[in-house]
């Protein structure tokens, strides 16, 4: 038979950590929350390293920023015929000067370009290749600055100065 001490011992070794019905829902609980959490946790790591710089509007034009070429090279002809001042002006400079618009002087405005025209030829020129108030810079663009002080002498000599001609730059010996 059966002894009834060894019978309390068999039964203990079989029951497990949960010894309530509390315990139980605990467990559960905890089972399902804990590796949700886990699993927030990982995908909140890993998207965090996909996300743009504080700060950038738009991703596809700050990646293209920062993976740009430094340096560039433009080809131009050298033999191309140089425009005068008053092609350059119809060109590049009659869009804002011929109507006045962002507060441009109109070409032939004598009283608005008095005050301009005696800060100087360089002055003026400067502000037309670097760019002033609405203004953008024309350097560097179409035209060289040898045709864009052409067209500063032409639209300050047709509106009340007397500046001279510029000098054409000499041509660059090969190396």
Same mark, same amino acid.
């Not at 920023?65 to 400079?93: F, H, L, P």
């Not at 507060?103 to 760019?131: E, H, M, Q």
């Given at each position: 038979?059966?002894?009834?001490?060894?019978?309390?011992?068999?039964?203990?070794?079989?029951?497990?950590?949960?010894?309530?019905?509390?315990?139980?829902?605990?467990?559960?609980?905890?089972?399902?929350?804990?590796?949700?959490?886990?699993?927030?946790?990982?995908?909140?790591?890993?998207?965090?390293?996909?996300?743009?710089?504080?700060?950038?509007?738009?991703?596809?034009?700050?990646?293209?920023?920062?993976?740009?070429?430094?340096?560039?090279?433009?080809?131009?002809?050298?033999?191309?015929?140089?425009?005068?001042?008053?092609?350059?002006? =119809?060109?590049?400079? @009659? &869009?804002?000067?011929?109507?006045? +618009?962002? /507060?441009?002087?109109?070409? #032939? $405005?004598?009283?608005?370009?008095?005050?301009?025209?005696?800060?100087?030829?360089? =002055?003026?020129?400067? @502000? &037309?290749?670097?760019?002033?108030? +609405?203004? /953008?810079?024309?350097?560097? #663009? $179409?035209?060289?600055?040898?045709?864009?002080?052409?067209?500063?002498?032409?639209?300050?000599?047709?509106?009340?100065?007397?500046?001279?001609?510029?000098?054409?730059?000499?041509?660059?010996?090969?190396?």
């Amino acid at each position: 038979m059966s002894d009834p001490s060894h019978a309390a011992t068999h039964e203990e070794e079989h029951t497990g950590p949960v010894k309530n019905p509390k315990q139980l829902l605990t467990a559960v609980f905890f089972s399902f929350v804990i590796p949700i959490f886990i699993i927030i946790g990982l995908v909140y790591y890993v998207t965090a390293q996909n996300k743009p710089a504080a700060g950038t509007v738009n991703m596809e034009k700050s990646v293209a920023q920062r993976i740009q070429k430094i340096g560039s090279v433009e080809i131009r002809d050298a033999n191309r015929e140089m425009k005068t001042g008053e092609e350059v002006y =119809a060109a590049q400079c @009659s &869009a804002c000067h011929a109507n006045g +618009a962002a /507060g441009s002087p109109k070409f #032939g $405005d004598v009283k608005a370009w008095a005050p301009r025209i005696k800060t100087g030829y360089d =002055a003026l020129w400067n @502000s &037309a290749l670097k760019g002033k108030n +609405a203004m /953008g810079a024309q350097g560097g #663009g $179409d035209y060289t600055d040898y045709e864009i002080a052409r067209a500063v002498v032409y639209l300050t000599n047709g509106s009340g100065g007397k500046f001279a001609a510029p000098v054409k730059p000499a041509a660059e010996a090969p190396n």
